[in-house]
Structure formats: C-alpha cells, structure tokens
C-alpha cells in the first residue's frame, strides 16, 4: 500500500469516528519525511503536518511578503525560516537580551508599511541596571542581517527575577503599537502608574506616545499607558470586525483571563483575581470589587495562554488557498500547559462559542499564513512550525 493510500485509510477511519487522532508519514517529492496527524474537531477533521523543526524555544514568529516567516528563538536569535521549512542561520544585529527563565528574545511583528520600509519590530527581556525589563527595537530587515536597530520603548523599572515579561506587539488599525507587559512577578506595581509592571501600552512606531492615550498629563502617571492591573499578558489580537483589542493573561493559580481592554481600566490584579495564590492562599473574586473590570471568560484549570490570532480563513491573492473555513471569524490561542490550541467565537464583545483542539504539544504562538492556513509554534528545545488545514485540502 503506498502512503498516499494509507494516508486515506486512515482519514476514513477519522471521519467514521474510529478514531480522534491518528499519525500517518507522508513524503512528499523531494522532502524528508514529515510528520503528519489528523484530529478530529467540532468542525470536522484538521489536518496538522510539521513544516519546520530544530528551532531552539521559539516564541514569535511572523510571515514576510514573500512567503518566508522570521521566528524569534528566546535563546536571543531571529531566523528566517523558508516555505520548504530551511532554517536560516542566526540574523546579525539582534539586540542583546537577558535569556533566563521566561525572558529572552519575544515577540517580532512586521511594520504596517513593510512593503516599503522594511522595518521589523523585536520585543525582548532587556538586561540592565536592576536586572531586566521588557523592551521593543525596530530596525531595518537588509538580507540576513537587522541594521540600524534603535530602541524604541523600555519598561521601567527593571526588575530581578525571571518571571512576567509579557512581551506581545500587535498594531492597531491606526498603526499604533500596542505591547503587552508583565508585572515582573512583582505583583503591588501592577496598580502603580507611574510603573510600566502589569500594563499594556500604546506607542506609535517610532515609540512617542499617541493622542488619545488615557494617562497623558496625569502627574505620577507612565503616558504610554493604555489598562493596567494586569498579571503576565502573552497573548494579543485585534478584531479586524471592530478594530479592538483582545488580550488573555495567565492567572496566578487558576484563573487566566480572556479581556477586551479600554484605555485607562484597571483590571484588578493583583487585588483581586479568579485564582488563587500559589501557596494556596485566596484572592477575592471581581465581582467583589465592583469597580475593576472584570474578564470576559476566565479558566480554572488554566489553558496557559500565549499567542492568538483572529482567523479572517481568506489568503493572499495569488497563494493556493488551505484554509480551514468553519473557523473564519474566530479567535485562535495557543495553549501551553494545555497542549492545545483553543478556539473562541466571539460576537462583538460577548464569547459565543469555545472549543479546545488537542494539539497534544505546548503551542507557544499561533498565527494566519498567506494560503490562509493556520501555522502555529511550538514551546520545546526542538521546537516545531506546525500548519493546520482542513482535512482534504
């Protein structure tokens, strides 16, 4: 039997619910041999096929226009990965970055004008005085090579530890950056504003601070500000639908949370908090404190979340489309303790629907692909590009 027969067989036995996720290895001409499975979901069956591999704890990572992604690895190094899933070595011009724990080298996100100037943007675990922030450069994408890296934003103060980086950029509609920022498991700083711990800012791209945002002009007050009591925020996205932000954060112990931030709430943390301290400790509940914001959904046990994307399912004109159709509109979240990559409907502000998808690794960061596929890192020494489509396409 080839393995293009086999690879039917067994997405028949899917379909007839024999099974919830099956392995087959598929060769493709020219290629090694890939792992790839079948997982059954609400929707129908996904297929789930490795694209890359060998990369070191990757945790960003964005397509360029011409179909190559740059993936952050938190070890400090930036690689371009091609189509056929070649690994570039190290990019030169990376700034230099506190690798311990939780920090390292974060998030990477496209200039809105890309196209034209080139400029890549590079959040990261910053070392300094007092140990270590997080950061945001941009600079120049010539070659294999970042030129002219400038700093463009720094959280202060820095912190010791290792912990709460935060560390997501998503561009507004507008073309405001906004930065998800951890408390640097500092935990009081959170509702100090004049400290960037437990915040999400709003820079423009050249890291001056915006009209509009809430705290400008306020004494004692960051101006970059835009919410604030927040725990450890690693996962951001904007609803093309309404142009808002959606963010999730990690609960202490329970309690991670889904929130749709306005400029200038306070989310409460750590006040109060759906979970409850590691030593076991309570918080009091949001609804106790009627004047926090309060999250939109909250999970006990907790998913881990790191990474989201809404799926808009339609690809870049000219690109083969391997889209998975039941999911357009959703928000898509990497999960890592879960091992899962969680799907949330959402109606203008208000959950809809949930559906978790086992993955079965952690996954570290989702995104949309320009065949409209979704592709999505995950969260290991070796760690992997996966890429998800509907079964059949």
């Known amino acids: 039997m080839t393995s293009l027969s086999l690879t039917r067989l067994l997405k028949t036995l899917v379909r007839s619910g024999a099974t919830a996720l099956i392995a087959v290895l598929t060769v493709a001409p020219g290629s090694a041999l890939a792992l790839s499975k079948t997982i059954a979901t609400e929707t129908g069956p996904v297929t789930v096929e490795t694209v890359a591999d060998g990369l070191n704890r990757p945790w960003g990572m964005v397509f360029l226009p011409d179909g190559r992604m740059l993936v952050t690895e938190r070890v400090g190094t930036l690689r371009l990965v091609s189509p056929d899933g070649s690994v570039s070595e190290p990019l030169a011009g990376v700034p230099e970055v506190a690798a311990r724990g939780q920090g390292g080298l974060l998030d990477v996100a496209l200039d809105p004008d890309f196209a034209i100037n080139k400029l890549i943007y590079l959040s990261y675990a910053e070392p300094g005085e007092g140990g270590a922030g997080t950061a945001v450069a941009r600079g120049r994408l010539v070659g294999d090579e970042l030129q002219h890296h400038k700093v463009i934003f720094q959280q202060t103060p820095k912190a010791e530890g290792p912990n709460h980086f935060g560390g997501r950029?998503?561009?507004?509609?507008?073309?405001?950056?906004?930065v998800t920022l951890g408390d640097r498991f500092e935990f009081d700083p959170a509702q100090d504003l004049s400290s960037h711990l437990g915040k999400i800012v709003r820079i423009n791209p050249d890291g001056s601070v915006p009209q509009g945002n809430p705290f400008i002009g306020q004494k004692d007050a960051q101006p970059e500000i835009w919410s604030f009591g927040h725990r450890n925020v690693e996962s951001a996205a904007i609803d093309p639908k309404t142009g808002k932000l959606w963010t999730l954060e990690f609960g202490p112990r329970g309690g991670d949370e889904l929130n749709r931030p306005a400029p200038g709430e306070n989310y409460g943390w750590p006040l109060i908090s759906w979970g409850k301290h590691y030593d076991g400790t309570d918080i009091p509940d949001p609804p106790t404190r009627p004047e926090f914001a309060d999250a939109v959904r909250h999970w006990t046990p907790v998913i881990s979340p790191s990474g989201a994307t809404f799926y808009t399912g339609e690809p870049v004109p000219g690109w083969t489309a391997?889209?998975?159709?039941?999911?357009?509109?959703?928000?898509?979240?990497?999960?890592?303790?879960?091992?899962?990559?969680?799907?949330l409907s959402i109606d203008g502000e208000t959950l809809t629907g949930e559906e978790r998808i086992p993955v079965g690794v952690r996954i570290r960061d989702v995104i949309q692909g320009p065949d409209g596929a979704v592709y999505a890192l995950t969260d290991e020494n070796d760690g992997k590009i996966l890429r998800l489509t509907a079964d059949g396409e």
């Open 169 to 178: 950029l998503v561009f507004a509609p507008d073309g405001t950056l906004f």
């Open 322 to 343: 391997k889209t998975i159709p039941a999911w357009a509109g959703d928000l898509l979240v990497g999960g890592l303790s879960s091992q899962s990559i969680i799907r």
